[in-house]
């Protein structure tokens, strides 16, 4: 069913262009049926999967290679499957609300469910090849979002940004997923899980989890690839609240979770992984505070949020990993529920910097109502179903081995600047003096609220009745620890010390936030101080860099792509002569076993007149006797082609040398007076490669006539096409196997530049 699911993804992303123009209102409509459609299947599925029941599909693609399409619906790919499908949903209905000024909006939604589509192609997949396709569509569609308001120029380079950080990671991933395929012979999950202890044991475990892991810090923005995330916020709001929420920077999570039981459990693991998630998860809740606009804010504390996530599973324990779990939920629920929000601010204010709004909850009120509960969502306080994920992350920090200690009091100096954060986002948007400029709404902003508001009372029902999820995530960490974990979610765990890590972390989250609140001027030197210290903008540097890298291959290009033909020819002859000595000396034994004579006398005396003409024509002042005397050559091969017998190669060469001359004689009526244009010492130079390249080919036709031609190179690759590459058509072969990192070259660049040209054709320019 789940392939035929995705199918319908791309049948209705088409559809988009197809809707006729008067009833244009209901484009999103259409999508957003279509995952509420996919979530109602996924939720008949959750009773099978409780029990246990594991959904497997393979279709044959390439099963030699033990490449197939494979897809796989058991606890871990259920639960990413009915976020992306249930907060698309509401996704698209927003969007109806908040793209109708816009124009292009059948691209925004073609778009948008291809990539929602990728990605839940992405979480079903189980060949790790299919894999790896479905994470760089989504890259590649992120792109096309991120720059959909392409006149912008920060748009622009935003994207570029992102999809080279995400596409380097992705190459990394890929090469990872290789080494992994040689340890256990194939790119199917459950063989990777059947020979885990292999792998683990093997010497290229390493390099394999160091590659894979750079490709999901890099998708999951994890320090110090972090800095790509804040710019993503150049796209349309409602890609910003499903990108951050459900999709795309949880693809590295996901990949997390899924590889867990292959390469988890180790020393590596444990010691890599949570401390770039504690890192990661410090510097964005510590930079969140600091930040001036609204969607700014809450791209940064999805940063801390996904080094959270990261860090509980690099910890690797059930606890972390139920932990982990859970925290899913709380975050995607508040963070799509505030990017929405902050998205309706903007639209009705028409400012997202947080210094310049207040007062909003007179005259936004459900606004606030729900902003309100995801915001204390957000900050972990009771009775929200963040405060349960808090408790047991706190839980989970205490009994975390090895680094412990570390990540404890990161993670409680991080949630204390979430508290922080949270409440000054609240107050300082919506309480205080109102603005006067904004009316309140006469009527209810249904489509602008309907998503975020079921968010926030998911945040509170499931807060109030946590052992709902209780049925949903234990398959999942089943498939994460490969054993059966029963768990039990509850509200209140008693007095214990994680409990008053809470107390602590809620009062001291409150008094920075009335000092910053109360005290504007401590904020104000907060953000300088955090200028001073955090000087180097890591987004900054990455564009430097690239701006600096255009220039060196401009400069380079210039050199070498100097536009001087003759001295492409001259390199070209140059090279090839010195390579061709080279062979000619590691092969020296050569025998030059050739009986040299002079007869026939006519042949010797055509020769001697043809090498005659040719050193003429290079010595002749007069263009037309140049050209008489290299006709002469060339008739004269013609000649020699006739004595032995070679008639259609004679022909060809005579009417060859015919239209050459004169070719050459017409032109010579436009060109101007012959004139010298070359030093005594560049046509000593020029003889002299000529020599070398001539005498280069002499000997080779000379040393041809003992080469033995009975194995031709043709014969290998008709011997060994399909014995070692399965394929009966030979030039597939050669192309996709023997030289395949060439046609991998082709296609990279060709990739790469079709996007520069779709940017180009979309850059607006400026009449004149």
């Known amino acids: 069913m789940e392939p035929y699911v995705l199918l319908l993804y791309l049948v209705v992303a088409f559809a988009m262009f197809l809707v006729p123009q008067k009833i244009k209102g209901v484009k999103p409509i259409i999508p957003a049926l279509l995952h509420f459609g996919a979530f109602i299947y996924f939720i008949t599925r959750i009773p099978a999967i409780s029990k246990g029941t594991i959904t497997k599909q393979s279709f044959a693609w390439i099963p030699e290679l033990s490449l197939n399409i494979e897809f796989t619906l058991d606890g871990l790919s259920l639960i990413f499957a009915l976020l992306i499908t249930a907060i698309g949903a509401l996704v698209f209905l927003y969007a109806k609300a908040y793209m109708k000024s816009y124009e292009g909006r059948s691209r925004f939604y073609f778009y948008l469910s291809v990539f929602s589509g990728a990605m839940l192609g992405l979480v079903l997949s189980t060949n790790l090849i299919q894999f790896f396709i479905f994470w760089e569509l989504t890259s590649v569609l992120s792109f096309l979002l991120i720059s959909f ?109 899924r590889l867990n039981p292959v390469l988890g459990g180790t020393d590596e693991w444990t010691h890599i992984i949570p401390v770039i998630g504690a890192i990661t998860m410090l510097v964005g809740s510590y930079l969140s505070i600091t930040q001036k606009d609204i969607k700014a804010i809450l791209a940064y504390t999805t940063i801390s949020a996904l080094g959270l996530l990261v860090l509980l599973f690099g910890i690797d324990t059930n606890l972390s990993v139920k932990a982990a779990m859970v925290f899913l939920f709380v975050h995607a629920f508040y963070k799509a529920s505030l990017f929405m929000i902050a998205g309706y601010i903007d639209k009705k204010t028409g400012t997202r910097d947080i210094d310049s709004l207040g007062g909003l909850a007179r005259i936004l009120p459900y606004g606030f109502g729900v902003a309100a509960i995801a915001l204390l969502s957000m900050a972990g306080l009771p009775p929200l179903l963040g405060f349960i994920g808090k408790e047991l992350i706190y839980e989970a920090k205490v009994q975390s081995p090895g680094l412990g200690f570390l990540v404890l009091i990161f993670g409680v100096v991080s949630n204390i600047l979430m508290v922080t954060i949270s409440l000054y986002f609240l107050f300082k948007v919506f309480m205080g003096k109102a603005l006067t400029h904004i009316k309140r709404p006469k009527k209810i902003d249904l489509y ?126 140059l090279f090839t002569s010195l390579l061709l000595w ?158 395949t990192l060439d046609t991998l070259g082709e296609i990279t660049v060709l990739s790469v530049a079709a996007v520069g040209v779709y940017v180009l054709l979309k850059k607006k320019t400026k009449k004149l």
Do not use: C
């Not at 950080?165 to 459950?190: E, Q």
């Not at 010497?203 to 999901?216: D, E, H, N, S, T």
């Not at 916020?233 to 999570?253: D, E, N």
């Open 582 to 739: 080279l062979q000619i000396f590691i092969t020296r034994d050569w025998q030059l076993d050739t009986k040299f004579t002079l007869q026939p006398f006519y042949i010797s005396g055509l020769i001697g007149i043809m090498m005659l003409a040719a050193i003429y024509s290079a010595i002749s002042r007069s263009r037309l006797n140049t050209i008489i005397a290299m006709g002469i050559t060339g008739y004269g091969i013609s000649l020699i082609y006739l004595y032995y017998s070679a008639v259609d190669l004679a022909i060809t060469q005579i009417i060859v040398e015919t239209l050459t001359i004169v070719i050459f004689v017409l032109v010579l009526q436009k060109l101007p007076k012959f004139a010298t244009l070359s030093k005594k010492s560049t046509r000593l130079r020029d003889a002299a490669i000529a020599l070398a390249f001539g005498g280069v080919m002499t000997i080779l036709a000379l040393k041809a006539i003992h080469v033995d031609f009975n194995l031709p190179i043709s014969d290998f690759f008709i011997e060994k096409s399909y014995q070692e590459a399965f394929g009966k058509n030979v030039v597939n072969v050669i192309l996709v196997d023997f030289r």
């Open 448 to 573: 602008y609220l309907a998503g975020p508001a079921s968010l926030a009372f998911l945040s509170l029902a499931l807060g109030l009745y946590p052992d709902f999820l209780s049925g949903l995530i234990e398959p999942a960490i089943e498939v994460i620890r490969v054993e059966i974990v029963q768990i039990k979610l509850k509200l209140w765990h008693g007095l214990n010390l994680v409990f008053l890590l809470s107390l602590l972390t809620v009062i001291s989250g409150v008094l920075i936030f009335l000092l910053i609140y109360k005290k504007n001027k401590l904020l104000r030197g907060w953000r300088k101080l955090n200028d001073r210290i955090f000087y180097i903008n890591f987004s900054d540097v990455f564009l430097s860099g690239i701006d600096r890298f255009v220039g060196y291959s401009g400069k380079n290009t210039k050199l070498i792509q100097h536009g001087y033909h003759r001295y492409y020819i001259l390199t070209i002859i």
């Open 149 to 257: 308001f392409n006149e912008k120029d920060s748009a622009r380079r935003a994207a570029f940004q992102s999809l080279f950080i995400t596409t380097f990671g992705g190459l990394s991933l890929l090469a990872g997923i290789i080494l992994i395929d040689n340890i256990a012979d194939s790119y199917n999950l459950s063989d990777w899980i059947a020979h885990a202890e292999q792998i683990k044991a093997s010497k290229i475990y390493l390099p394999a989890l160091l590659l894979i892991l750079i490709g999901i810090f890099t998708k999951s923005a994890q320090f110090p690839f972090h800095f790509w995330l804040p710019g993503a916020m150049q796209a349309p709001t409602p890609v910003s609240a499903y990108l951050h929420s459900a999709t795309m920077v949880k693809a590295g999570v996901f990949l997390l979770a």
